[in-house]
Nanobody, 124 residues
Framework: QVQLVESGGGLVQPGGSLRLSCAASGFDFGYHYIPWFRQAPGKEREGVSTSSSSGSSIYYADAVKGRFTISRDNVKSTTYLQMNDLSPADTAVYYC?????????????????WGPGTQVSVSS
């Protein structure tokens, strides 16, 4: 049974930093790209970042490029999202995801499994 559990969210001030974790189980974690998505109230869920198994192929949405860093530990089956220089526009529920297929692209419809999400709130 595929399980994904996010953690590390919270309330931070603009310009602050936060590190999210996603612990995965029930599938071959090391075989897959594991992405991060986010969803703000009233908005569509959007791709944030994804990484190949080795970290040799990494993609970031334009909105977070230069501020966020994705990494992963395949022994722990965990992926991380380091978020720096946060702004109110980053306020959202952040999710990690997995696909039934090997899938490198950040398209919402490509993913079958989701964690419950972790809330990130950026305000003064």
């Amino acid at each position: 049974q595929v399980q994904l559990v996010e953690s590390g969210g919270g309330l931070v001030q603009p310009g602050g930093s936060l590190r999210l974790s996603c612990a995965a189980s029930g599938f071959d974690f090391g075989y897959h790209y594991i992405p991060w998505f986010r969803q703000a109230p009233g908005k569509e869920r959007e791709g944030v970042s994804t990484s190949s198994s080795s970290g040799s192929s990494i993609y970031y949405a334009d909105a977070v490029k230069g501020r966020f860093t994705i990494s992963r530990d395949n022994v722990k089956s965990t992926t991380y999202l380091q978020m720096n220089d946060l702004s109110p526009a980053d306020t959202a529920v952040y999710y990690c995801a997995a696909s039934s297929r090997w899938e490198p692209r950040l398209y919402l419809g490509n993913y079958d499994y989701w964690g419950p999400g972790t809330q990130v709130s950026v305000s003064s």
